[in-house]
C-alpha cells in the first residue's frame, strides 16, 4: 500500500469548514483514498473514500487532486463532536478479496467552540 | 451504530492467562478482521477472515490465534498474556471488496 503523510494536529473553529489534507504521492492507480475517524478509544468511524472523482456523502467530501497525489476531506460545518484522530488511508481493492488497512498516525483535529 | 458488536467491552487479567474475544459481523458480511491498538504501537492488522477460512495475517504473535465460526462471527483467543498485550481490540467486518466497519473494540487489560 502507499505511504500517506498527514499533518499531527489541527484546529479549526466550530461552525467553519474543517478541510484536512493528505499527502500520498506514491499511490498507484488501482489504490482508493479512504478516511476514517476515531473519535477518543472508540471504534474507528469509516467517513468516505474515493479513487479519481470527487465524492461528497452526508458526513463529509473528498477532493482528490487530478495526479491523485493528494487529497483534502472537507468536514463543511464542524461541530465539536468532529473532535477526532482523522486517518487517511491508501488502500487497494482487488479481485481477490478485500484487504487490511494500514493506519498511519493520522491528524488530530480539535474543534474549537 | 456500524453494526459490529463486540464483546466484552472490558477485560481484566493477570499475566500468565488466556482469553477469548469475541466479534459478530454485520449482517450478510462474510470477511472478518482483527485489529490491535497499543499506546506506542497505533492501530495494527493482526488477521483476516473470509467465510471461515484464513485469509491474510499481519503481526499477529505466535500465542494468539482465531477463527471464524460458520455462523460467521469470530473470536480472537489471547495466550500467555504479557504486560504488553494490553491494548484496544477492534474487530472489522466487510462484504467482498466493501468498506471496513469496525465495532466498538474491547479493552484488555493485563495485571
Known amino acids: 500500500d502507499a505511504k500517506t503523510t498527514q499533518p499531527p494536529s489541527m484546529d479549526c473553529a466550530e461552525g467553519r469548514a474543517a478541510n484536512l489534507p493528505c499527502n500520498h504521492s506514491?499511490?498507484?492507480?488501482?489504490?482508493?483514498v479512504y478516511w476514517y475517524r476515531q473519535i477518543h478509544s472508540q471504534g474507528p468511524q469509516y467517513i468516505i473514500h474515493g479513487l479519481k472523482n470527487n465524492e461528497t456523502n452526508e458526513m463529509a467530501s473528498l477532493i482528490i487532486t487530478e495526479d491523485r497525489k493528494s487529497s483534502t476531506l472537507i468536514l463543511p460545518h464542524a461541530t465539536l463532536r468532529d473532535t477526532a484522530v482523522y486517518y487517511c488511508?491508501?488502500?487497494?481493492?482487488?479481485?481477490?478479496?478485500?484487504?487490511?488497512?494500514?493506519f498511519g498516525t493520522g491528524t488530530r483535529l480539535t474543534i474549537i467552540p | 451504530d456500524s453494526g459490529v458488536t463486540q464483546t466484552p467491552k472490558h477485560l481484566i487479567t493477570a499475566t500468565g492467562q488466556r482469553v477469548t474475544l469475541r466479534c459478530s459481523p454485520r449482517?450478510?458480511?462474510?470477511?472478518v478482521y482483527w485489529y490491535q491498538q497499543s499506546l506506542d504501537q497505533g492501530l495494527q492488522f493482526l488477521i483476516q477472515y473470509y467465510n471461515g477460512e484464513e485469509r491474510a495475517k499481519g503481526n499477529i504473535l505466535e500465542r494468539f490465534s482465531a477463527q471464524q465460526f460458520p455462523d460467521l462471527h469470530s473470536e480472537l483467543n489471547l495466550s500467555s498474556l504479557e504486560l504488553g498485550d494490553s491494548a484496544l481490540y477492534f474487530c472489522?467486518?466487510?462484504?467482498?471488496?466493501?468498506?471496513?466497519?469496525f465495532g466498538p473494540g474491547t479493552r484488555l487489560t493485563v495485571l
Open positions: 449482517s450478510g458480511d462474510l470477511s
Open positions: 506514491t499511490i498507484s492507480g488501482n489504490e482508493y
Open positions: 488511508i491508501v488502500r487497494l481493492i482487488s479481485n481477490f478479496g478485500n484487504e487490511k488497512l494500514t
Open positions: 472489522a467486518s466487510s462484504a467482498y471488496t466493501d468498506t471496513q466497519y
